[in-house]
């Protein structure tokens, strides 16, 4: 249902439910191409998102901008259901001119959680749930209501005043502050050679001590971490500019243009050539 790939390509609209029991993880390397939102019909979970671990409860709802790192994980009480819809702009572009109302900001807030009252979760359920049953059914117009039915549910995230904010919203734990501080630094310095041993004498951990509590609060270990935002970043530049490879490499911190392509492959199975590559071939 979830892919090991970075970029994800999908149609333009999913929606996935799933119910787990046991403990489950998403895989290693996960930001794609669409937009995200979660929604947690029972059960906890830990959702790394971009820099944060938000520790998700039973009817919040959960949305992921285009390109963002994220990750779920088990809490100690791994049971637990979710519906998960994925979509892109030209999905419902059609129907809200998107750069006007701004209908999509919501997926560039600085808080990507939202914490709904009782009876809020009850109308965002009955949504999702008509969004699931047309889509699983798909009769006639099934399509043109799923559309309806999303701009329902984005007018609502739009208007709803979160309880939460930048001041109020706590980390799960004291480690999970610490963390967050380390994340932002690797986000702003990824480029520099960032080495364990370095990072955990700047943030007074052992080097043990950082590697155990990194991957338990982000789902990733040091290294896959950094080399994702390098990856994630490289993409963009190979997007955006027309740079030669060698100088992209060095710009998001690799030294070793043979190493850089490996990586790069492992994380978006393909080379840098080949992205590029793909990209010139989708424009036409």
């Known amino acids: ?3 090991n790939l970075a970029n994800l390509s999908i149609n333009e609209f999913e929606i996935n439910y799933n119910k787990a029991l046991e403990k489950v993880n998403m895989p290693m390397y996960h930001y794609h191409d669409t937009f995200e939102i ?3 019909l029972s059960g906890e979970r830990f959702y790394f998102i971009k820099d944060r671990t938000y520790h998700v409860m039973k009817g919040d709802l959960v949305f992921i901008n285009i390109g963002d790192l994220h990750k779920t994980t088990s809490t100690p009480k791994p049971a637990h259901a979710r519906l998960v819809i994925n979509f892109k702009e030209s999905f419902i572009h059609p129907l809200a001119d998107c750069s006007s109302t701004n209908i999509l900001d919501v997926f560039k807030r600085e808080i990507n959680l939202i914490r709904l009252g009782a009876m809020e979760q009850n109308e965002v359920e ?3 749930h008509k969004i699931h049953s047309e889509y699983k059914n798909s009769e006639q117009f099934s399509m043109l209501n799923i559309k309806s039915l999303l701009l329902q549910l984005l007018i609502f995230m739009n208007r709803y005043k979160n309880p939460l904010t930048e001041s109020n919203i706590r980390h799960p734990s004291a480690i999970h502050g610490k963390i967050y501080e ?4 690797i986000n702003q310095n990824y480029s520099d050679r ?3 041993e370095n990072l955990a004498k700047k943030f007074y951990f052992s080097p043990f001590y950082l590697c155990k509590m990194f991957k338990q609060v982000t789902g990733f270990s040091f290294t896959e971490y950094l080399n994702s935002v390098r990856i994630k970043e490289s993409q963009k530049l190979l997007r955006e500019t027309s740079l030669p490879i060698s100088e992209i490499a060095c710009k998001v911190g690799y030294d070793n243009l ?3 392509g490996r990586v ?3 994380i978006s199975g393909t080379t840098p050539t080949g992205y590029r590559k793909n990209l010139i071939t989708q424009k036409g």
Do not use: A, G, N, R
């Open 194 to 196: 960032l080495k364990l």
């Open 1 to 3: 249902m979830e892919s």
């Open 126 to 128: 009955q949504i999702l």
């Open 258 to 260: 043979t190493h850089y």
């Open 182 to 185: 380390v994340v932002q630094f």
């Open 264 to 266: 790069f492959k492992e």
């Open 38 to 40: 979660y929604y947690l």
